[in-house]
């Protein structure tokens, strides 16, 4: 059976109606490529799901790679260099810096069902990882991580990164990525702590105090101990000391 030949591109439209068919596009691909992946997806698939002409994907969005390498950046909202740019200001304290991080690093999660969509977008280009995933590697993680080591080596006036310092990033950054992962459970054990925006900037508060915290262990790790004062020695022969209690 022969393919029908492709539609016509869609007519120009109006600013607004463009923007709507575009984000139209775009959430409707992203629950697809979450749910059957990149290969299985097709563009026809996502078009009817949108409501929209199936050019409209190429006039969009170049093409379904487009599209696809869209719904990994858009729905979270924000460019990661931009947020990247905010805790790494070099005349932030510590403190500071962490919190914007956390505050930057749990804001989608305000955004519901949508990143939900996301983590298992990302997951599923883990386990059927296409050419996105080399630039998902070195922008959404490679990126914020070198940054965060950065502000680590500022802090505690170190020339350079040591295995330590590498820990410590991966470890602060952990403390923020563990609610995505985990947060299916803690809307089954303990929904309250994730039910309203407030709550949210909560978790991204105490995070940044217990980030913190490990940042302050490290740097007392590193200070250089006191040597311990040598105990008098007594001379031989010398008669042992008498208490002059009576």
């Known amino acids: ?60 969005f170049g093409d379904k790679a487009g599209l696809y390498a869209a719904t990994f950046t858009e729905p979270m909202g924000g460019a990661m260099p931009d947020f990247i740019a905010m805790y790494e200001a070099p005349e932030l304290p510590i403190a500071e810096a962490l919190r914007i991080f956390m505050a930057g690093y749990l804001e989608p999660l305000k955004h ?33 991580h070198e940054a965060l080591v950065r502000v680590l080596c500022r802090h505690l006036q170190l ?20 609610l995505f992962v985990m947060r299916d459970v803690v809307e089954q054990m303990q929904p309250q702590l994730l039910d309203a925006d407030a709550r949210i900037d909560t978790w991204a508060e105490r995070l ?16 250089p101990s006191k040597p311990r004062a040598a105990r008098p020695t007594r001379s031989r022969g010398a008669a042992p000391r008498t208490s002059l209690l009576p």
């Open 112 to 144: 519901g069902d949508i990143v939900r969509q996301c983590m298992r977008l990302h997951l599923r280009e883990l386990l059927e990882p296409t050419g996105q995933w080399a630039t998902e590697l070195e922008r959404d993680v490679k990126a914020p």
């Open 208 to 223: 940044s105090a217990y980030a913190l915290a490990l940042v302050a262990d490290e740097a007392r790790r590193r200070r």
């Open 1 to 60: 059976m022969r393919e029908s030949a492709p539609s016509p591109a869609p007519p120009r439209a109006s600013r607004t109606d463009g923007i709507e068919a575009r984000k139209r596009l775009l959430y409707a691909a992203l629950a697809l490529f979450a749910e059957k992946g990149f290969a299985k997806t097709s563009t026809r698939e996502i078009a009817a799901a949108a409501g929209t002409n199936i050019a409209s994907i190429s006039y969009y």
């Open 159 to 178: 020339a350079a990164a040591d295995d330590d310092i590498q820990r410590l990033a991966f470890a602060i950054s952990g403390l923020a990525t563990q």
